[in-house]
T-cell receptor
Framework: GQQLNQSPQSMFIQEGEDVSMNCTSS?????WLWYKQDPGEGPVLLIA?????ELTSNGRLTAQFGITRKDSFLNISASIPSDVGIYFC???????????????FGQGTILTVHP | DTEVTQTPKHLVMGMTNKKSLKCEQH?????MYWYKQKAKKPPELMFV???????INESVPSRFSPECPNSSLLNLHLHALQPEDSALYLC?????????????FGPGTRLTVT
């Protein structure tokens, strides 16, 4: 089945530093999603990417849908303590003719920000 | 508004109990999902409902029984669970039409089976 390789698995950074994480896949996806999850809470959608080559920003977050459709990266600029959490990439395959999509998740990047 | 609500927030149950988890969304989404998540792991898909019909069952044991009473509500009925079923149970929804498939998650129910 489809698998996503997300790296790095964990990051320890100082407040104010920039962060970069990425996901690669052996298969093509139609959509890439990036989620952040705080402890004990559900994942929150940060950015959705729909087209190969698309670059999208949301505040201090920037994400790109790779040209090959098999990869995506997420950058966080000027990190702050509340950026702490687990970040998941997800490739979305919407089977033709259906009204739902199956997500394939990366294993997550655990981000720790030291004040 | 992209809110999915789940109740209860926490649930402790014995292996002989019967309980239910509830999920609700008022975004007009027509696809709803149940996921199971273990600590520091990604969510694992359990069930998908599309237009109130069960579309996917990812070989989930029969002690988990989903129900979709209407387009806004999703239930997960639990019976005779095992301690290894302890996890965070997440509900999600997506638009279910057009080209938008992104999923919005609820806060989850933390289930402990004793």
């Amino acid at each position: 089945g489809q698998q996503l390789n997300q790296s790095p698995q964990s990051m320890f950074i100082q407040e104010g530093e920039d962060v970069s994480m990425n996901c690669t896949s052996s298969s093509i996806f139609n959509t890439w999603l990036w989620y952040k999850q705080d402890p004990g809470e559900g994942p929150v959608l940060l950015i959705a990417l729909y087209k190969a080559g698309e670059l999208t920003s949301n505040g201090r977050l920037t994400a790109q849908f790779g040209i090959t459709r098999k990869d995506s990266f997420l950058n966080i600029s000027a990190s702050i303590p509340s950026d702490v959490g687990i970040y998941f990439c997800a490739g979305l395959y919407g089977p033709g003719g259906t009204s739902y999509g199956k997500l394939t998740f990366g294993q997550g990047t655990i981000l720790t920000v030291h004040p | 508004d992209t809110e999915v609500t789940q109740t209860p927030k926490h649930l402790v149950m014995g292996m002989t109990n019967k309980k239910s988890l509830k999920c609700e969304q008022h975004m007009g989404h027509r696809a709803m999902y149940w996921y199971k998540q273990k600590a520091k792991k990604p969510p694992e898909l359990m069930f998908v409902y599309s237009y109130e019909k069960l579309s996917i069952n990812e070989s989930v044991p029969s002690r988990f029984s989903p129900e979709c009473p209407n387009s806004s509500l999703l239930n997960l009925h639990l019976h005779a669970l095992q301690p290894e079923d302890s996890a965070l149970y997440l509900c999600a929804s997506s638009q279910g039409f057009g080209q938008s498939y992104e999923q919005y998650f609820g806060p989850g129910t933390r289930l402990t089976v004793t």
